[in-house]
């Protein structure tokens, strides 16, 4: 279960909240423990086919901002089980994100997998690399083909972890994904094409046999 993950989700506020709706005594024996505190290969995995995420971070007037983060599948790199990095692609250079975590370094993020109902979420503390002052990082990151600037290096130090339960995800599916399940549909589709045109192919050339045959008992 997801230990360390409650010891920060689960604040005085939370704690009281579970009390007054009935389900603080299901949560109190997960207090103290300190599991989902370090990457697995089940979040790596994961993670290594995600194209997006979203990220919340808080303003130094105490508004949360989520900001949702896109590239290919796997632009957020496992560099340890303590540890992931993305590249900062340019877009609207708004600078939200980057102006909050400038003062305050705590995120959350939400990986979302619609098609199969999953969805990882992570407390992490960020730091903001200038690409020029880590080239080891910098070719970790890069993205050969994808038409994006990157202008900085996000590397995000794990806190804690939690999967979430399936429960009202809906489905949605990407054009690959659709693509994907389609490819055997149309493959026997193909087939059955194939196979129809050759029946027809037959069922010609009898006609043409019966009606020759027919020419020569008149003849």
């Known amino acids: 279960m997801d230990h360390a993950y409650f010891d920060i989700a689960y604040t005085p506020g939370v704690k009281a909240a579970q009390a007054a709706n009935g389900s603080a005594e299901y949560w109190a024996h997960f207090n103290g423990k300190k599991e989902n505190s370090r990457l697995t290969t089940a979040e790596a995995e994961f993670m290594a086919t995600r194209d997006s995420f979203y990220m919340a971070s808080v303003s130094e007037t105490g508004w949360p901002y989520v900001q949702h983060r896109g590239g290919p599948a796997g632009f957020l790199r496992v560099i340890d089980n303590k540890t992931l990095a993305f ?7 708004q600078y939200i994100s980057l102006g909050n975590v400038a003062a305050n370094d705590r995120v959350a993020l939400f990986l979302m997998d619609y098609a199969h109902r999953r ?3 992570i407390y ?3 730091e903001v690399k200038d690409l020029a002052a880590d080239p080891t990082l910098t070719e970790k990151l890069a993205m050969p083909g994808y038409p994006a600037k990157i202008e900085r290096a996000f590397v995000l130090h794990v806190e804690a972890f939690s999967w979430n339960c399936p429960q009202h995800i809906t489905p949605r599916f990407s054009e690959a994904e659709i693509d994907a399940a389609l490819t055997p549909v149309r493959a026997h589709i193909a087939q059955l094409e194939a196979e129809n045109k050759m029946l027809r192919n037959k069922l010609s050339l009898s006609a043409d046999e019966q009606n020759h ?3 020569d008992v008149v003849r």
């Open 87 to 93: 590249p900062d692609f340019r877009g609207n250079r």
């Open 119 to 121: 969805r990882l979420k």
């Open 124 to 126: 992490a503390r960020i």
């Open 213 to 215: 045959g027919e020419q």
